[in-house]
């Protein structure tokens, strides 16, 4: 009995929680059935949004990808003065409030800031663009990839490593034909907590990018510009297909997750 | 394809794991590296195979100097004692690692990797992963892959270290036929002075950092050098100053010239061998082995006092 109510109180909570919201959202959308949700969807400014979204998170994904392998690497497999450091600092854009990373680059690289004149002379545009836009991203999406795979890569050990050296592989060789297909599960989950969190960003990229319509606007800015605009209707829309995203990611990790068990 | 250390040191932190260590071995030779955990034996194995950089000393593979060489040019066979198996590939992609890895003609490396499956008799299991074999299969897999370039030199880390004792003494016999076979010099790591004595045509035996001896299993067994190698290699019983193994000891009903009085704790046959453990006057505990007749023609009992007369003993300058 005790365990059918545990049961009960945790899905009871998770309903109020996560699925409520989530089903008011799906209600709210098609309350006046398909033609207003699809017609805030297939504004020009909305597809625009989605694309700048989908270009931002395809340029921080790879860049964070990369960055957390090698991180992991340094921090499990090497020992350097300054590594302690390293691993604590990861974490940091987990504790951070996106909003106050937000305000760092604005000091960073505003007119004031310590890069902004250097950048100004070269006819960069960073703040207000797409430049701050994807540092933001790749700022708040940093820690998923080195956090996935730094457990895997403690748990192999280096001596696969070692053997393949051994048997005359170098270091590249080891790396490929060795680490990556070891943790390859590990980098995929990462991977896809990167994208989920880059897709869904708000606060960072809310200050440094201006919110100008249909130029420096993304996905997540444009679900609160269409609500305060008053057109429920299109933010709701938005936010389905956010949801339905999110959704879709985590099927991808619960397809995956058995694979890695019995490998 | 012989093997020679010179003069290596290592340090990890403060403990040194070698000190000053020089050792020869010749090519074709099946060599053990004998003495408990911490006496730096697989240090020193690590450091052949360049998994390990010494702070001091050289190391030579066929007279040519090594010590610069990383792992991966000293083509050295390694292998592991909790295998190393490589997860995520096939027992056939396993053996064949290091044959792709020299990007060797694909029918060629087909031909080699079935053959050395046959030698470890792992025909049937070439299209397994790791996963589905056993601990015994795994180790022999792992023989197979480190043979496969057609190393030097062959290293094992305490290879069967991690096996159960059944598993254990088949692969230990396979090993030596192996080597009667292939003919690559080979040093392995154990602890366990039967494992060496068994296989090994020389055993250098190790303690604290250092080589104590090096010889024949024999040689260690009869003429060691030092108490420790006494102690290590065979069984040992300290009576007064020296050392004696226990079929080198006498035990009589009445007191002889240099016997010693002591009382029978245990009696146990081991077949024809019989082992009798008893307690001297000084505390010292004497282990002496018999044959189940001279037990029975003495009459021997628990609780009897008896005295213990070394038939052949060994002193050693003190040397800690």
Redesign the interface.
């Known amino acids: 009995m005790r365990r059918y109510s545990l049961r009960t109180v945790a899905l009871a909570y998770l309903a109020a929680i996560l699925v409520g919201p989530l089903a008011i959202v799906f209600w709210r959308t098609f309350q006046h059935g398909f033609a207003p949700a699809w017609d805030a969807l297939s504004a020009p400014d909305t597809i625009h949004a989605f694309k700048l979204t989908l270009i931002i998170t395809a340029i921080a994904v790879p860049i964070n990808t990369v960055f957390g392998i090698v991180c992991a690497l340094a921090i499990v497999r090497r020992s350097f003065p300054g590594k302690g450091v390293l691993n604590a600092f990861i974490d940091l854009p987990l504790a951070l409030s996106p909003v106050v990373v937000g305000l760092a680059l604005f000091l960073l690289y505003g007119r004031q800031g310590w890069f902004g004149p250097w950048f100004t002379e070269h006819g960069i545009r960073v703040l207000f663009a797409l430049p701050s836009m994807v540092i933001a991203t790749i700022f708040v999406s940093l820690p998923f990839v080195a956090r996935e795979v730094v457990p895997t890569l403690r748990e ?1 050990g280096d ?2 490593e ?9 270091g590249w ?1 080891t790396f490929w ?2 680490t990556l ?2 943790i390859r599960w590990a980098v995929v989950y990462g991977v896809i907590l990167t994208t989920a969190r880059s897709l869904g960003e708000y606060g960072a990229v809310a200050v440094v990018s201006g919110r100008i319509q249909g130029v420096t606007e993304t996905a997540t800015l444009r679900v609160q510009q269409r609500y305060e605009s008053f057109d429920l209707a299109g933010a709701y829309a938005i936010s389905i297909v956010l949801a339905l995203v999110a959704v879709v990611v985590l099927l991808t990790m619960t397809l995956f997750r058995p694979r890695e068990e019995t ?1 | 394809m012989s093997i020679e250390v010179r003069n290596v040191s290592k340090s990890f932190g403060t403990f040194a794991a070698l000190d000053d260590v020089s050792l020869e071995v010749e090519g074709g030779s099946l060599t053990a590296l004998l003495g408990p955990s911490g006496s730096g034996k697989s240090t020193l194995l690590r450091i052949i ?3 390990e950089t010494p702070d001091a000393g050289d190391v030579l593979i066929s007279g040519e100097l090594a010590t610069a060489l ?3 040019k ?5 292998v ?1 004692q ?1 295998y ?5 590939m096939t027992v056939r992609d396993n053996v064949a ?2 044959l792709t ?2 990007k060797r003609p694909k029918a060629e490396i087909r031909e080699r990797v079935e053959r050395l499956l046959q030698l470890v008799q792992l025909e049937a299991f070439g299209h397994r992963y790791p996963a589905q074999l056993s601990g015994g299969q795994r180790q022999r897999m ?1 023989l197979a ?2 043979l ?2 057609e190393p030097q030199v062959l290293l094992l880390d305490e290879p069967f270290g991690a096996l159960d004792a059944r598993v254990r003494a088949e692969l230990r016999d396979w090993l030596r036929r192996l080597h009667e076979e292939v003919h690559v010099t080979t040093i392995f790591v154990t602890h366990d002075q039967e494992e060496a004595m068994d296989v090994a045509d020389q055993i250098a035996v190790m303690n604290a950092g250092r080589i104590e001896q090096v010889g024949a299993p024999t040689e260690l067994y009869d003429v060691p050098h030092t108490e420790f190698v006494m102690r290590f290699v065979g069984e040992a019983n300290r009576i007064s100053d020296s050392w004696v193994r226990p079929h080198d000891l006498e035990i009589a009903h009445e007191p002889g010239e240099r016997s010693v009085e002591a009382m029978i704790e245990r009696i146990s046959r081991l077949g024809f061998e019989v082992r009798v453990e008893l307690s001297a006057a000084d505390g010292e505990s004497i282990t002496v082995q018999v044959t189940r007749d001279r037990l029975e023609e003495l009459e021997l009992e628990r609780g009897q006092i008896v005295w213990v007369t070394p038939a052949r003993e060994r002193a050693f300058a003190a040397t800690y």
């Open positions: 192999i001596e696969q070692q053997a393949a050296r051994t048997l005359g592989a170098g060789q034909r060795i297909p070891s490998a | 195979a360049g998994l990383r792992p991966q000293r083509n050295v066979g390694f592991f909790h190393a198996a490589f997860k995520h690692f290091g890895i020299r792992a892959r480190a496969a370039p």
